[in-house]
């Protein structure tokens, strides 16, 4: 059976509920929409994004309000839901959900950013190492493992419209990238790439520049899958066209 999944960083998912949210929710066709950077708890939510018709709607949010967050709006019930990586120190800022399914699991990660310092980079490194400790786990269950969000780091220079002049900032830092080029060597594939070879392909846009309207991007939003699984992709895509938020969905298509 072919399902469609899509991911997308929504920039606050009160703000972009009265930018058509709920519209693209019910009419994209998505079995499972996962979104990042909600900045919300459910408590804080209208009964439409609590209880959107057609779906069953999960949050994880940050002991800090108003702060990250994550949601999934799936067709099918999961068999289980799981908030966080299991540490305290990531899970306190609402990053994670993880969905199990018969014969997958769905995780839904907003990376950390690693702006603020050495201190900050050193925090999403150590995220980025107890995700794919995670991801090793949930591997050696035998099931499809998909992973999607906004990772917050633009893997080769093909993936950012300008990258010489962003070689030492964060998001495009060596150590970033080296672990990315880690993750994929331990068995795991970038969907969009498989898919897609060519650059100028973007996720998000800086607002202050209005950089979207010249198209000087960044890909920081991704589907990921084991490799194994990876023949199952029958399509993957970035929707540039849909507004709201200074990110983009980005979609996938699988026989599960």
Known sequence: ????????????????EKKGFLSFLSSCGADILAVQETKACPQQL?????????????????????????????????????????????????????????????LNIYFPNGGQGEERIAFKLRF????????????????????????NTAHQEIDLARPKENANVTGFLP???AWLDRFFAQGYADVYRAF??????????????RARE?????????????E?????????????DVMGSDHCPVEMEINL
């Open 1 to 16: 059976m072919t399902q469609k999944f899509i991911s997308w960083n929504v920039n606050g998912i009160r703000a972009v």
């Open 46 to 106: 209208s009964d439409a994004l609590q209880n959107p018709p057609g779906y069953h709607a999960f949050y994880c949010c940050a002991a800090r309000k108003g702060y990250s967050g994550v949601a999934c709006f799936c067709r099918q019930k999961p068999l289980a839901v799981t908030e966080g990586l299991g540490v305290e120190e990531f899970d306190a800022e609402g990053r994670t959900l993880i969905l199990e399914y018969p014969n997958f699991y769905f």
């Open 128 to 151: 980025y190492e107890r995700f794919l400790e995670k991801s090793q786990e949930l591997f050696q269950t035998g099931k499809t493992v998909i992973a999607c969000g906004d990772v």
């Open 175 to 177: 150590e970033e990238r």
């Open 196 to 209: 897609e070879k060519s650059g100028g392909h973007y996720t998000w846009w800086d607002y202050k520049t």
């Open 214 to 226: 010249r198209n000087v991007g960044w890909r920081l939003d991704y589907f990921m899958i084991n």
């Open 228 to 240: 194994k699984s990876l023949p199952l992709v029958t399509h993957a895509d970035i929707l540039t």
